[in-house]
């Protein structure tokens, strides 16, 4: 199994990036998806969670109206569009998965190496 991020960078705070994951290994179409965050010595927090057909999603309620989650299982690849930047979503962005949904303490099955997203003027 491979999670690979992408699509971090430097932003200037009111802009929008988009955060793609690039899966690999195992049957993307029939796993949960998920997106976390961890900032500058805080611990890790979860951003979103997508089913595996993508008709269901769910956002943390700090991030609701700015950020969306989705798939496209033809491309085995999940998104986060990132929008309205503010300096307090600069962190390191996270994909991970699991086979059965996983509601609370993130023990996803698998885990990427992250990507960094900085937002600073």
């Known amino acids: 199994v491979q999670l690979v991020e992408s699509g971090g960078g430097l932003v200037h705070p009111g802009g929008s990036l988009r955060l793609s994951c690039a899966a690999s290994?195992?049957?993307?179409?029939?796993?949960?998806m998920y997106w976390s965050r961890q900032a500058p010595g805080k611990g890790l927090e979860w951003i979103a969670t997508?089913?595996?057909?993508?008709?269901?999603?769910y956002i943390t309620d700090a991030l609701k109206g700015r950020f969306t989650v989705s798939r496209d299982n033809a491309k085995n690849t999940l998104y986060l569009q990132m929008n309205s930047l503010k300096p307090e979503d600069t962190a390191q962005y996270f994909c991970?998965?699991?086979?059965?949904?996983?509601?609370?303490?993130?023990?996803?099955?698998?885990w990427g190496r992250g990507t960094q997203v900085t937002v600073s003027s």
């Open positions: 991970a998965t699991s086979r059965d949904l996983i509601v609370t303490g993130q023990r996803y099955d698998y």
């Open positions: 290994g195992f049957t993307f179409g029939s796993y949960w």
């Open positions: 997508i089913s595996p057909f993508g008709d269901n999603r």
